[in-house]
């Protein structure tokens, strides 16, 4: 058994270092209720959670309730949510003392957005901004698999083949695909609002930049099948055709 010597200064150094709290950016979905109709709200929800598992499956997600009016069960809405699939973290929007109180008894966070934050469409998932990409380059010239997952950490992704359904490709810089993507495309993944997807036939379940996600359903016949790039503009997505 070991004895410490609590006037000791290294133990008082050790005490003191055992955690830090420190200021972070995250980026998170945030559900907009026009009204207090949890049933719709979150029917919305598990839609989404449907067409694309692997991306909000456990995701994070703050509820806006600034047109929501004031009766709103909070409880029963974060129970709502989290049987969805996404995980409720706090509420935006509270316009008075007794909403306020209802959300910290229903054990959900009190949030406000950022000054000047503007909102997009469809935003996800917890994004941290990190250091500049590198100038490296990771390549991939086998096919993607449905499951699996591939990252590029702090680079672009080559991919010089296909895309199953299912895959998803990842990475902090651009992503290239030299084939048909048909799973989920996810660039910029540090929060590198450049970062652009290349694409020889586009036909994904999802694509992403810095957080910014399109699903299948908002691709549009001219698009789909075709050899593209996105990027971002103005915090929407954005795709052109390519012409050799």
């Known amino acids: 058994m070991y004895h410490f010597d609590y006037s000791d200064p290294t133990y008082r150094y050790i005490m003191t270092k055992s955690a830090e709290l420190k200021g972070s950016s995250f980026t998170l979905s945030a559900l907009h209720l026009v009204d207090s109709d949890i049933n719709k709200a979150t029917a919305f929800l598990a839609d989404k959670v449907k067409q694309a598992p692997g991306f909000f499956t456990s995701?994070?997600?703050?509820?806006?309730?600034?047109?929501?009016?004031?009766?709103?069960?909070?409880?029963?809405?974060?129970?709502?949510?989290?049987?969805?699939?996404?995980?409720?973290?706090?509420?935006?929007?509270?316009?008075?003392?007794?909403?306020?109180?209802?959300?910290?008894?229903?054990?959900?966070?009190?949030?406000?957005?950022?000054?000047?934050?503007?909102?997009?469409?469809?935003?996800?998932?917890?994004?941290?901004?990190?250091?500049?990409?590198?100038?490296?380059t990771k390549t991939i010239t086998t096919p993607v698999r449905s499951g699996q997952q591939i990252y590029a950490p702090n680079c672009d992704l080559v991919i010089v083949n296909n895309v199953s359904a299912g895959a998803e490709i990842i990475a902090d810089g651009s992503i290239h695909i030299y084939g048909t993507l048909r799973g989920r495309a996810i660039a910029g993944a540090n929060g590198q609002r450049s970062a652009q997807i290349f694409c020889q036939n586009l036909q994904p379940e999802l694509v992403s930049i810095a957080g910014n996600y399109w699903l299948s359903d908002k691709i549009t016949e001219e698009f789909w099948g075709k050899n593209v790039f996105i990027s971002l503009s103005d915090n929407n997505l954005k795709i052109e055709l390519l012409t050799l």
Not at 67 to 84: N, V, Y
């Open 59 to 136: 995701a994070p997600i703050v509820i806006d309730i600034t047109q929501a009016g004031d009766h709103i069960d909070f409880a029963a809405l974060k129970h709502s949510i989290e049987e969805t699939g996404f995980i409720p973290v706090g509420i935006s929007g509270c316009k008075t003392e007794r909403q306020q109180q209802q959300v910290k008894s229903a054990g959900l966070a009190l949030m406000n957005a950022a000054p000047n934050a503007q909102p997009t469409s469809e935003t996800s998932t917890n994004i941290p901004i990190t250091e500049p990409l590198s100038a490296k």
